[in-house]
């Protein structure tokens, strides 16, 4: 009988979209039973919450504290435990975790601080468990395919690349107070970075993604469209490579009538590739001299990497959930066999995310110096 | 704690890709639990397959006959049976297992004859279970929200619907006697209808389902495009409804360079609607005189049909397996509220589906006359 | 210095948008002088007009006979005379010019009845001249790509067609009785088609242009969906033509959201073809099993008569008024070099449409039994 | 008799893809007669041209010096002269023609530095002569709509907006030395910038032109992606504008698989607007708060600007040279009568881009810093 994992989750309490999302996501492939749960800072919510979703009650806890001890102890303990709590309690989370030897998903931003993230990583790396950060888009089979071709070299030299996560969602000054918008541009709920570290972050871990490179430089400006933010709300960041592609991501939560407004295109030395998550399915790719081609989530044609991370025939739509169960399915995989190399994003990954946010900020104090990472 | 739905499942055996389907789709909403199973004709490979998924072993069943005897009598038996084994066994099985009392989730075609499909649906009755047929495309957002639009009035009467499944997958010559291509055109194995049967129903039962009126005639004209092919790979269909909105279907196995090729565009008095499976999370509408608006799933303005079945915020691409989810999720609400009204295709659907593939074979054979159905 | 053309122009005046778009044409590429004209039906209106175009006086004619009389005694006569009068006047002018050795552009249709456009073709044979019929969007780069790629064999044989004109411009019940609507839908001013003859013969003659096919039979379903119509604003073609390729044909006029909707799907052995008027510039070219690929118009790798048709590098929109355009430099060709093959439509063409007007009229009188040209 | 102005034209010669271009779209609407020209630096090859495009021989000079000499001298002198020569002669050119009384079209750059650029200015506003300069983009019927409804308060303050002109064709580096492309990254021929210069400041003029400001400062990263070229083949600008606006501009010669590449997105307080020069005829506006909304050339609901910018009805495509040809009738409209306020781009805005582009040169050689125009 295929080995199912039990799975944990701390966060993601009722109501909560993200916690939604990851449930949904483990559900997808039968891979693992939601077997523990602190699923809410309230106790009593959270046990009523884990009773609704099936998590037998001994195994409801109040508290992750509670949680990580029983867990620790028990017989038949949890594999896998996801994080998925406010972004400031994601370090002691994680280090709590990974110490008593739990392989560890952890929702973005890893943790607030650059240090915080280092120390992550270096704990994970001695810990030897499986560690993630969630930057679920990096699961769409497309843009899987666009890291396969582009590790192929069916690019040759990327030259360029352009990201983009801009959406309209907090463009409505009448809203602007709302409590659920608010709290996003306030540095002491949110950080030192708004839309940047919510959303941005996603498109510049995709092109890292696919890129295989790593973040050189960043100069960057921020701004704050909407009066009384202390965040920004539109940011432009320029972006130099490890190995010579430049770039610009922008991100921007003013965008109105961009829906979503995740994508990438991609320029190299033999073609040019882009994707858009609205229609993540085709990804449109020109070999240099010729013409555009449309590859189709699904056909014969693609890489292994693309296809594993489909679940239906081409020509049928897929989308975010799938993505996001990929990351849960590559877990999966690792976590049965070690030696197993899936493509979800690490800590390593979320740590390069921390710096990249912190040196864009210092960028945009300083007029848009360039930044080392 | 929510409870979860006991399902067993016949046929969709290994490497099926409809199986498999079924069961993501089940497993979407965490509302069932794969609990027997009888899942290929070869006993072996049934009882292997059922392990491999976690099918307890005294419920992992040979064939769909021991499967029922046991079922019938066990003290805590299955809530639903799917039915996905080869079509002419379909009559048989939810014949049987309709009057033992189970809830039936049937693959399309319900049965092959007119006559079968009336016994289904009589007996569907007069056992007053919940019966469905797995028209799984009318289960997206957008559909569902295209549907409300039409049943709320805001096209008027609908004057013209156009309806297309036309897909290129039979089109090479190369490949046309490849066993797995050739069934589909042996009248022996695949009755009356080839395309028509298998694709085009499917977009003949949306333009029913979102305009809520049953077809009144059809004229139809079938064609071989391919030498040797005694089956049509190409229909065209002229159709009426019940109150008067005129329309037309085109369905093809030999058109190459559409992927998947499933879309609709419906035209009233006050205004026209347009939606593609490929591109499924938007559905086009322009009120008469005015723009044509984007309508996006997930968007608060959606019909409170198309709001229960996303599972993610707006902006986020959803697929074919949260549209095929929605009937699992639909049945459930069923089952476990006998008075729910959820949107899944009954038996009277599929049986309107076996009389219209009929008439339009009988009509395609006097050269295009209106049949009535 | 390049020999410019003397042209004539009858009807088209004031007001009149067919007129304007044809001076446009005719202007584009600076072949044309506008040189003689009987502009309106009113001889005041005509000769006013003609003043503010800068025609001559003594060549602004009070009527088409006038036109006749002088230009064939004029010791610089007109090159090419263009007919844009109303439908039922175009078989005697036509006649009349061809009989007195000029050449002659008619506006479509290029008459009412069978037996006239059969004594048109038979007179151009006779006359020699070059004799054309204003099917102008065959002059699109694109659809000249498509024709060239067919004709080269790059879809093999073509086994289906599927040709679309389908607006939304008469859907309004309110504005039925609009004189400007309404004359459209009366047998006495319109003949025996409305939206066929009027929009969906332009598809009809575009299907055969690119398939360098004759039409053999047809199969036709009319509608009339406003309330007092006594001619189709909605109709359905099965096509079959001369060398086996099948089809249909959808034209409307009651397609609500559909701002002009001309376009062409071709479907051969090798591969398929894609082509919308409302997105000219591009032409989507699916090889059997393969990716699909987007031509652009004004690349490298066109055809030389797609090449020949556009004005402006690739990358840049160009519009319907180029193609139109085209057919006027076609006949500039064509004029100036009798044994130059330029791809206007000629009478012959024209002859075809209203053979398969009338062939679907009839058809659908008798309930959709197929009729042949 | 309409009054058709005598128009002149130096350089575009024959070959030269500008000169056709500025030809057609002098022709589309029968405003102007080529009477003069001086279209090439070689004397015979000037003649021979304008003989062959019609130029009476006494007016087809051998340089634009004579041109100017005799222009001024003769009876009946040209209206409208246009320079369509390489750069560098801008300058001299349209001040000549300014002094001796003529109205001017200037190809941009309308000068290599800003000082001749201001001296222009002044001198086209002491002679009270028309000054144009060919941002020929500018001229697109839904350009000029986003315009009318930033003006018209439909987007309230402007926000964010999103510039690109980033195409492909020099990215092909066994293309690099071809003379055709190699110039243009040689600053002895190019001047200070090659693709923002070349592509970039159109999109860049668009925005300012829809937007209605004056651009403030800029900040802007050059870089080189082919080895050896000595300009910049991709730059990305931050912007902001005189009335609080801020934005970017991409522009590039490296983005493979961008046939075109120039687009505009704009973001204010009250909606959004979206358009591309690759699909013209639809401009995508977003209300806050509700669906997108497709509004399409020629339609009844466009504000006047862009109802006179079109001349053919709602869903026919119309492209470039439709573009073009609307800053030649809106010359015409000016020429014929001075008190009109015609939309065409001015010596001002010709100005305002040669600043640009020294600011962004000098932004990027100092690592990016802002630099006020």
Chains 1, 2, 3, 4 share one sequence.
Request: aromatic share 8%; hydrophobic share 40%; proline share 4%.
């Amino acid at each position: 009988m295929k080995r199912v994992l039990k799975w944990g989750l701390i966060g993601g309490g009722k109501g909560s979209q993200i916690g939604e999302a990851h449930r949904v996501a483990a559900r997808l492939d039968g891979d693992y039973q939601l077997t523990a749960g602190a699923l809410d800072i309230d106790p009593q919510r959270a046990k009523e919450f884990a009773d609704e979703l099936g998590i037998p009650s001994d195994r409801a806890y109040p508290n992750w504290q509670e949680m990580l001890v029983k867990e620790s102890a028990h017989s038949d303990p949890i594999d896998l435990v996801t994080i998925a709590t406010p972004n400031a309690t994601h370090y002691e989370i994680a280090k709590a975790f990974l110490e008593a030897g739990f392989h560890v998903l952890c929702e973005k931003p890893l943790t607030l601080t650059v240090a915080e993230a280092k120390d992550l990583v270096a704990l994970a790396k001695r810990a030897g468990k499986t560690n993630a950060v969630n930057f679920g888009y990096s699961g769409y089979p497309m843009v899987r395919q666009a890291r396969a071709m582009i590790d192929q070299g069916e690019l040759g030299k990327v030259r360029v690349i352009v990201a983009e996560f801009a959406h309209g969602s907090h463009a409505d000054a009448a809203d602007a107070d709302n409590p659920r918008v608010r709290w996003r541009y306030d540095p002491v709920q949110a950080g030192v970075s708004s839309v940047l570290a919510d959303a941005g972050v996603h498109a510049l871990h995709m092109a890292g993604f696919v890129l295989g490179q790593s973040l050189y430089e960043i100069s960057a400006h921020f701004d704050s469209c909407l009066a009384g933010r202390k965040l920004e709300d539109n940011a432009l960041l320029s972006l130099r490579y490890s190995e010579g592609t430049i770039g610009h991501l922008w991100t921007s939560a003013v965008a109105v009538g961009q829906c979503h407004g995740l994508n990438l295109r991609i320029f190299g030395e033999k073609g040019g590739l882009r994707w858009s998550q609205e229609f993540p399915n085709q990804l449109y790719w020109t070999p240099l001299g010729e013409t555009t081609r449309i590859l189709e989530r699904g056909a014969d044609y693609l890489s292994p990497e693309a296809q594993i991370a489909s679940r239906i025939t081409v020509g049928h739509a897929e989308g975010m959930l799938g993505a996001f169960g990929n990351l849960y399915s590559d877990l999966y995989r690792k976590i049965v066999d070690p030696v197993a190399k899936p493509l979800y994003p690490t800590f390593d990954e979320g740590l390069e995310m921390v710096k990249a946010v912190h040196a864009a900020v210092d960028s945009s104090k300083e007029g848009g110096v360039w930044k080392r990472l």
